[in-house]
């Protein structure tokens, strides 16, 4: 057998932005959080997720940044 390159991988995500592999509890939202962007965005770089059937290890684009620090937890009342 030859071995033969391997064809450059495809591009999933337009550029200026990463892949994100979805995990188990994610939303819309809280990527959208986690990576100091909007739902609009993200939606935006990917047309062909439905919001509502985000599974894990689904892989998504989100836009080229690093997670911000996490959220301080809510005060209790």
């Known amino acids: 057998m ?3 390159p391997r064809p450059p991988r495809r591009r999933r995500c337009p550029v200026g932005s990463r892949e994100y592999t979805v995990r188990r509890g ?22 062909r997720i439905n919001p ?3 599974r894990p290890g689904q892989v998504i684009c989100v836009p080229r940044r ?3 620090p996490p959220c301080p937890p809510c005060p209790r009342q």
């Open 26 to 47: 994610d939303t819309l939202f809280s990527i959208a959080r986690d990576f100091n962007t909007t739902v609009a965005e993200l939606r935006r770089l990917n047309p």
């Open 66 to 68: 690093e997670p911000g």
């Open 52 to 54: 509502n059937r985000l």
């Open 2 to 4: 030859g071995a033969y």
